[in-house]
């Protein structure tokens, strides 16, 4: 589990930041700042994850190419292309920015409850090495490759939906902001 990169953020500011801090409406802003660098942080974490987890997937699907098992190639294509789809997404989400005169504002629980949302994904980069291992298990053992290879696809069809439900973690916060301001 990747460590809480908002506390390390914070621990690294320097003495003039702390000065600065003092300044009035500054120190709430760069708070909300720093969870948002956080959160871009633990993301491209999560990126480079999955990245690793892409390239050993490519591996498995040079190895049963040079085996000339091309059966299995077409669904780990699949798999490529929504992995590929999920890491797309994770590096380049939101990260819940709410400008001084944007009508929605960004409070830090929201922000909080981005990185929380956002931490979760280390799960899902465990499982899919979980998989790639049976896969690869498969892959050497000349064993069919069917089973874990369509347990991929639904497991980075479960990721990519889950990753959908951020955006509505990012409408929830604004529709909460919307509400209280009527």
């Known amino acids: 589990m990747v460590k809480d990169l908002r506390e390390t953020i914070k621990s690294a500011t320097s003495r003039f930041e702390e000065l600065v801090r003092k300044v009035p409406g500054y120190k709430g802003y760069k708070e909300k700042e720093l969870r948002r660098e956080a959160d871009k942080l633990l993301r491209v974490h999560l990126a480079k994850r999955f990245e690793g987890q892409l390239s050993r997937l490519s591996g498995i699907q040079m190895e049963l190419t040079n085996r000339g098992r091309l059966a299995s190639i077409v669904t780990l294509e699949r798999c490529v292309m929504k992995l590929q789809m999920l890491i797309d997404r994770v590096k380049s989400a939101s990260y ?31 499982r ?5 291992d049976e896969l690869a298990a498969a892959a050497q ?12 696809v639904s497991l980075l069809d479960e990721l990519n939906a889950t990753f959908s439900q951020r955006q509505d973690v990012l409408l929830e916060v604004g529709n909460e902001a919307f509400d209280e301001g009527l």
Do not use: N, R, W
């Open 96 to 126: 819940g920015y709410g400008g001084v005169f944007d009508a929605i504002k960004v409070k830090e629980e929201e922000l909080d409850a981005l990185y929380e949302f956002d931490s979760q994904l280390e799960e899902g980069v465990t």
């Open 128 to 132: 899919v090495s979980s998989l790639l």
């Open 141 to 152: 053992a000349e064993e069919k490759t069917a089973l874990p290879s369509g347990d991929l």
